[in-house]
């Protein structure tokens, strides 16, 4: 069973940067691809960015040139770092990780969620 816990998110006015974190426990190293998505009130939850396990990356329109994604195996963490945040970034952010089992195959594994808060 993996857990995911999410951290770095706050409230931050327009223009400004963020880090997001998210911490893999409870196996060991994340085997699959690992993403961010985002949900806004009222919206359904999309993609913002994933990253594979040999750390090639793919990014929401939205947010190219402006988010980095990235991740430390040995940590068993991925970041996203957000600069020039828009109002239109508000959302919850979750991360999810997939993971292969000999027994189960390949499962998907989501955090709880962490509030991003951009003020215009």
């Known amino acids: 069973q993996v857990q995911l816990v999410e951290s770095g998110g706050g409230l931050v006015e327009a223009g400004g940067s963020l880090r997001l974190s998210c911490t893999a426990s409870?196996?060991?190293?994340?085997?699959?691809?690992m993403a961010w998505y985002r949900q806004a009130p009222g919206n359904e939850r999309t993609l913002v960015a994933s990253?594979?396990?040999?750390?090639?990356?793919n990014y929401a329109d939205s947010v190219k040139g402006r988010f980095t994604i990235s991740r430390d195996n040995a940590k068993n963490t991925m970041y996203l770092q957000m600069n020039n945040l828009k109002p239109e970034d508000t959302a919850v952010y979750y991360c999810?990780?997939?993971?292969?089992?000999?027994?189960?195959?390949?499962?998907?594994?989501w955090g709880q969620g962490t509030q991003v808060t951009v003020s215009s």
């Open positions: 999810k990780a997939s993971q292969y089992h000999w027994a189960t195959g390949w499962k998907d594994y």
């Open positions: 990253v594979s396990i040999t750390s090639t990356t």
């Open positions: 409870g196996s060991s190293s994340i085997n699959g691809g």
